[in-house]
């Protein structure tokens, strides 16, 4: 039988065979397609690859001064600390010595009130003896 003909079971080989080349032939058409589109998202990933790279660089030079600074401040805070560290002893020592100084005055105070009333009673005992000199009285 030759192979152009056509048989009641179907299509011959050559057909067959033409039919097969054709499907080859789209499939390497849809290959060719599928290989350009990859060409061009390959590009395209390079190209976000070199960008990200890029940022990354930006980034990690800012990170660094940035941390550049930070430690700066760190520095600045330490000192800060410790001026307020020896402020507040300061104000501590202080607060100390207006106390002493408050409870120093309250006792000259006290002593001065002390001494008063006695003065006061002397003066008031020397003004009851002057007076009863003056008016000829015998002391009590």
Same mark, same amino acid.
């Given at each position: 039988?030759?192979?152009? *003909? ?7 080989? +050559? ?28 590009? #395209?990933?390079? &190209?976000? #690859?070199?960008? /990200?790279?890029? *940022?990354?660089?930006?980034? &990690? ?19 800060? &600390?410790? &001026? /307020? ?5 300061? #104000? ?6 207006? /106390? ?14 002390? *001494? ?6 002397? +003066? ?8 009863? /000199? ?5 002391? #009590?």
């Amino acid at each position: 039988m030759p192979a152009e *003909s056509h048989n009641q079971d179907g299509p011959s080989r +050559l057909d067959r065979m033409e039919r097969l080349l054709d499907l080859l032939i789209q499939d390497h058409g849809k290959f060719r397609e599928d290989h350009e589109d990859f060409r061009q998202d390959h590009r #395209q990933l390079l &190209t976000a #690859q070199v960008l /990200l790279t890029g *940022s990354m660089k930006n980034l &990690t030079l800012s990170v660094e001064k940035l941390a550049g600074h930070v430690e700066w401040q760190d520095g600045r805070i330490d000192k800060l &600390t410790e &001026t /307020l560290d020896k402020v507040v002893e300061i #104000q501590a020592e202080s607060q100390k010595q207006i /106390l002493e100084s408050q409870r120093q005055i309250a006792a000259s105070r006290k002593e001065s009130a002390e *001494s008063r009333k006695e003065f006061d009673e002397r +003066l008031n005992a020397l003004i009851n003896i002057v007076d009863d /000199l003056i008016r000829k009285r015998p002391p #009590q």
